[in-house]
């Protein structure tokens, strides 16, 4: 676990100001310390005093403000984290052009540390080509500026530019802070990800499934498209989840349309990841009706199991046979011998790579943590220690993305 950060959480004059809120309670209950630095117009839209009620600390927008302690530099200067939710097209146009007229822009001017950008705004400003060039100035400068969400604006508009959900935001500005700023490297490919788990049906009430809750192909998905992917998930049986940035989600139940819905769109897709959790076998027959105690009870406890097809197998096939030249990544989870058998799994499947996890202990699934080994067709092996599975994701897509090159 990691220490406790000094985090600076930047809040600008947009209508999303409000969700800073539950960002600043976010990194409070994790134990961090936070000060909040608002412009004059976040002002307009969250007072002071709630700020100051939620982080504990003071609250000001100016730079000749507690000009005693020269907090205009030692903000900056003690920050570990410096997150500007939202960001307005304003305040990114300001940060690249070097200003420091007031506390949040001094503050960042001065800082070394990790800068997270959450932008928030009408898509009309988004798309402008001087807001782009800001956004890529400040990537090229080193800082994160996350892609925001597609979907309600102000008013009745809708379309990219509004801000991620607190908790993502977190989540990300967390995995900045352990492995550093996000970068596009994945920019213009296309990414397709299977994630959480299949059912299979007994009956109409019952199933055969697992415990994957669809966090790591989630995570996956969330840090493909902040590095520039176009991503399409293919999700079975999953947690309430965020949606990550521009992706288009495809739900599924049983292995059978999970094969069906990735085989579908395997031929367009540049990389490929297999995270779901598949059911490796299903009933051979399901009932029409709910099955009863006492009429039905012979049948529930003798039910007969086919094998469901090898989704990973079969799209490394798909490639042997020329219909598709993605790059094909696996997963295996193994409760004995974890790496020994993802080696023999490797192997067998003739996929790329494979992340081998033990899940033993109720270990993984569920978690929000994650950690194992990332094998190679090359034969290497890269351990992956314990951490958040964003951080995880995001050490399996540098793999990746080395593996291209």
């Known amino acids: 676990m990691t220490s406790p950060r000094n985090v600076v959480i930047g809040v600008t004059g947009g209508i999303a100001a409000y969700k800073a809120c539950h960002l600043v309670r976010d990194f409070k209950e994790a134990g961090d310390s936070v000060r909040v630095v608002p412009t004059e117009n976040a002002l307009q839209f969250v007072g002071a005093a709630t700020f100051e009620a939620l982080s504990g600390n003071p609250v000001d927008t100016g730079v000749f403000t ?120 994945l920019e213009g490919k296309r990414v397709l990800i299977s994630a959480g788990g299949t059912q299979e049906n007994i009956d109409p009430v019952r199933f055969i499934g697992n415990r994957s809750s669809g966090r790591q192909g989630f995570a996956l998905a969330e840090i493909a498209a902040q590095r520039g992917a176009e991503v399409t998930v293919v999700a079975g049986d999953i947690n309430e989840l965020y949606t990550p940035a521009g992706a288009e989600i495809v739900r599924v139940r049983s292995t059978r349309e999970l094969e069906e819905e990735m085989n579908a769109r395997a031929a367009g897709a540049d990389i490929i990841v297999m995270a779901a959790a598949v059911s490796d076998f299903r009933p051979r027959t399901e009932a029409p009706s709910k099955m009863k105690k006492g009429a039905d009870t012979e049948a529930l406890a003798r039910i007969e199991l086919v094998e469901n097809p090898d989704v990973l197998h079969g799209l490394v096939d798909k490639r042997r046979a020329g219909e598709t030249d993605a790059v094909i990544v696996g997963f295996a989870a193994e409760t004995d011998n974890p790496l020994e058998y993802g080696k023999e799994k490797l192997a067998r499947k003739g996929a790329d790579m494979l992340m081998v996890n033990s899940v033993a202990g109720g270990a993984v699934f569920g978690q929000a943590r994650n950690s194992g080994w990332l094998v190679g067709s090359d034969g290497t092996v890269t351990e992956i220690a314990d951490g958040p599975k964003q951080v995880v994701a995001a050490q399996i897509w540098d793999a990746i993305e080395d593996f291209e090159r």
């Open 66 to 185: 507690r000009v005693d302690s020269v907090q205009h530099v030692r903000i900056g200067q003690e920050a570990d984290l410096i997150i500007v939710a939202p960001a307005t097209a304003d305040i990114i146009a300001r940060i690249a052009a070097g200003r420091a007229d007031d506390l949040l822009t001094s503050t960042i001017l001065v800082a070394t540390c990790p800068v997270v950008l959450a932008p928030a705004m009408h898509t009309e400003m988004w798309v402008n080509p001087a807001t782009q060039a800001n956004v890529a100035t400040l990537r090229q400068r080193g800082m994160t500026v996350l892609e925001p969400a597609d979907g309600r604006l102000t008013g009745k508009d809708s379309g990219p530019g509004r801000m991620l959900e607190p908790g993502q935001i977190a989540e990300l500005a967390r995995t900045v802070a352990e492995v550093g700023a996000i970068g596009r490297g």
